[in-house]
Nanobody
């Protein structure tokens, strides 16, 4: 059973930075896609960024130039460096891993951007 565990969320002031981490346990293969999604209150869950095992990345337009996704294939871990945070980035951030027919989600970590 693969489990994804996120860490690194918290409260930060506008303009600040946070780094989220997600580690997969129980996996014996390198997960094809690992990514970050977020869900704000009253809104649908949306893609923030995704990275393949080969290093190809995709970003939501709203975070381009501010957020950077990276991964460590050996650890099946994915990271999200978030800079220049805005109040509208406030949400629960979820880690996701997809590998062919498999689809794994973490429990989520709260990110709050507020003064």
């Amino acid at each position: 059973q693969v489990q994804l565990v996120e860490s690194g969320g918290g409260l930060v002031q506008p303009g600040g930075s946070l780094r989220l981490s997600c580690a997969a346990s129980g996996s014996i293969f390198s997960i094809n896609h690992m990514g970050w999604y977020r869900q704000a209150p009253g809104k649908q869950r949306e893609l923030v960024a995704d990275i393949t095992s080969g290093g190809s990345t995709v970003y939501a337009d709203s975070v381009k130039g501010r957020f950077t996704i990276s991964r460590d294939n050996a650890k099946n871990a994915v990271y999200l460096q978030m800079n220049s945070l805005k109040p509208e980035d406030t949400a629960v951030y979820y880690c996701r891993g997809t590998h062919y027919e498999y689809d794994f989600w973490g429990q989520g970590t709260q990110v709050t951007v507020s003064s």
